[in-house]
């Protein structure tokens, strides 16, 4: 390796660390101010916008499993922020709908990272898009890391919740 490809893998190390550092400092401001993780506030968004559904089309809609679904509400409604109650039509599936606390928190929250950079995302042109897109599946494969699951959820550490404190 060559002194110029070296600056090269150095400066895009660099941006990397930079990308997980404004992931990692949103993550630790949501969670100091608001007490919660990413993906519980993702979830809660999901069910101010269509109360009353259930945990299977909440997971398809956050592109998080049914499990880490249910973890994640089961530590909401702990917390007072949402309610569970049994369905009529089926009484081993429960409705979710925001509490008045929930809907508090629901309208004082900041934008989510990954809404700022999808805006954003949005406004460039499709081949610069395009452009972007292929480089960072590159740096995956690069990394070896096509193998890893993942959500469009911009936070740092496990989206599974079970290593958080309650």
């Excluded at 404004?22 to 007490?35: E, P």
């Excluded at 709908?97 to 629901?106: A, D, H, N, P, Q």
């Excluded at 897109?133 to 590159?138: K, P, Q």
Aim: aromatic share 4%; glycine share 4%.
């Amino acid at each position: 390796m060559n002194g110029l490809d070296e600056q090269r893998s150095r400066d895009l190390l660099i941006a990397l660390r930079k990308i997980i550092q404004a992931i990692d400092i949103h993550s630790r401001m949501l969670n100091k101010s608001f007490g919660l993780t990413g993906p519980q506030l993702i979830v809660l968004q999901e069910i101010s916008k269509q109360d009353n559904i259930s945990v299977t089309p909440l997971s398809k809609i956050t592109s998080l499993s049914q499990a880490t679904v249910t973890d994640i509400t089961k530590r909401l409604e702990k917390k007072g922020y949402l309610l569970r109650k049994k369905r009529e039509d089926d009484k081993r599936a429960v409705s979710l709908s925001l509490s008045e606390t929930g809907k508090e928190i629901i309208k004082n929250l900041p934008p989510l990272l990954q809404k700022t950079f999808t805006h954003r995302f949005s406004q460039i042109k499709e081949w610069e898009q395009l452009m972007i897109l292929s480089a960072f599946e590159r740096v995956v494969s690069l990394m070896s890391a096509e193998e890893i699951e993942a959500s469009p959820i911009m936070v740092t550490g496990p989206i599974n919740e079970q290593n958080e404190q309650p």
